[in-house]
């Protein structure tokens, strides 16, 4: 599907943003790949060779200590691409691994990067990206410090849901203790309450949210601003082109 002169043909936010010509030379290159569940995509450190642009699967990005203690520090999904540092420099400074597995799109971080260089919208619509990355970067670790493990919960099944776009959402409570760094017992009281006032339905490793609304509402204040700023790093590149369009001579 194409709307103007943007290809809406991908689930993923970014790809979809790219004009036809961009989305033309990119899509000659990308190849669709399906990623378990606790794949591991990079180690701290290592070269990045691919980049995946998430459909509906969901990717963490985790720093982690000496002793192996690891905790979320920003995740990905359908919004964005996995790897941003193999185009910026070429190695991951984070751990991605992928928490709910699901569909992407794979590209080698060198033919990326050559259009990265090449064309400013590619540049601009990476960029923007980054930008966005680096306010979900900040507000994480505000929020791990400062927010209730009620509020982090909220936060983090809601943009659990907007990334892979879906209500059901392959969790359990163990691995949500391990990616907000809180106890278990911690994790279990706030799905007992949600549950309790019809937010969510927990069963069997699954968290389906019933009552977006109220989760919004109990969420902190990181949620809307992280949405934000990954809403305006697609507007951002998508204004500058209805402008060029609107100078084009009829």
Known sequence: MVIGNIHMGYRNLLLNALPLKESHT??????????????????SGQRVQQVYFPEDALISYLSG???????????V????LVGLTGLLSDRTAFRACVHIEGNAYAIGSDVLRKEFGRSDVVNRLVLHYATALLVQLAQTAVCNKFHSVRERVARWLLMAQDRIAYSNI???QDSLARILGSRRASISNVAGEFQKRGM????????????????????CECYPTV???????VTAIRIPLQQTRDLEPL
């Open 77 to 80: 999904g359908n919004e964005g």
């Open 170 to 172: 392959p969790v359990t």
């Open 65 to 75: 200590t000496a002793e192996g203690e690891s905790i979320e520090v920003c995740v």
């Open 227 to 233: 949405l934000a700023a990954h809403q305006n790093s």
């Open 200 to 219: 969510i339905r927990y069963h069997r490793g699954v968290i389906s949210i019933l009552n977006r609304v109220a989760l919004e509402a109990a969420a």
């Open 26 to 43: 990119i899509m000659a290159h990308l190849r669709p790949v399906r990623l378990p569940k606790d794949l591991v995509l990079y180690e």
